[in-house]
């Protein structure tokens, strides 16, 4: 789906892991691109293919401060740490990342009049006690634990996103993201994919947090930007999902990653994080029935050119990448 005229379009971690590829898609689709980061997360390297592309304007800023006065006709808001690790590593910067990033695009988009979607996440869902999970449910979230500062960031972004929606006429979208995976996740992510297949390539053991048999559904990272280019594009102004519906343990999901990288890692058990969600899986009937959309590309597929991607890494010499891990609490 392409547009017809070439519009402006801001993206908040425009040089993150999922920001890259979007921006990618939307200078594949003709428009003009300004890229706002602070690489706190993100990095210059995920945009290198573009850096020529006079509609690329890199910015370097954090959300959370002061806006430019930029005009633009749509922004997408996806500036956040959304790996555990990460966004727990300074709790404080991870509310005001939220916070403070969702008021400033909303105000933003009030001066300029563009459409702004919100980069949510399934995490509103906490440890859901309704399986799947349709955006009708008011999930099951801890506000005073490790994964609150995310999860509670990302409930009051969506609630002022409403509130503008609302008080202002702020035209809005909110995409509640479920696990995606795909090349230029940071190696140190921390997420269990990019450490599954980091942890294979070098024949180190796979660290499984609990006993595996959590479940979570895993997107293409491409499959998840043609999602909210259509949620861009359409006129849904309520919560969507967006993620694939296949439903995978973390077991199943470290025995492919060995059997598709060859590798003669063990398995190590490390204590089951805090909060961590026992079953995820998206009901995407909202997405299929309002925007046409569904994954199209499988786990298998999808983890094929991961690898792939996580392989070169590996192989620069001077790099002594590690996987992230958390400080698991029992
Ligand atoms: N996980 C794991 N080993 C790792 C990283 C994560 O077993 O090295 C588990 C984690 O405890 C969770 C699942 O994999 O149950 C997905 O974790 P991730 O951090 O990717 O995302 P989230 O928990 O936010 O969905």
Redesign the pocket.
Known sequence: MSSSYQKTVLVTGGAGFLGSHLCDRLLRDGHKVISLDNYQTGSRSNLSKQILNPDLELIEADVADPFPNIKVDEIYHLACP????HYQESPITTLRTSLLGALNVLELSLRTEARVLLAS???VYGDPLVHPQPESYFGNVNSFGK?AC?DEGKRAAEALFHAYAGEKDVDIRIARI??T?GPRMQPDD???????VM?ALQNQP?????D?S???SFCYVDDLVEGLVRLMASDVDTPINLGNPGEFS?TD??AMVVAMTGSHSSVSY?P??AD???R?RPDISKAERLLDWRPTVSLEAGLGPTIAYFRDVVSVPSSDHQ?A??Q?VA
């Open positions: 959304a790996s555990p690790p996440t399934s995490e994964r995310y479920f696990n995976y921390g997420r269990v994919v990019s450490n599954f942890e796979i660290t499984i947090y609990g595996g959590q479940t979570r973390v999901l470290a490390l089951l994080p961590d969600p026992r995820r996987p891990s958390l698991p």
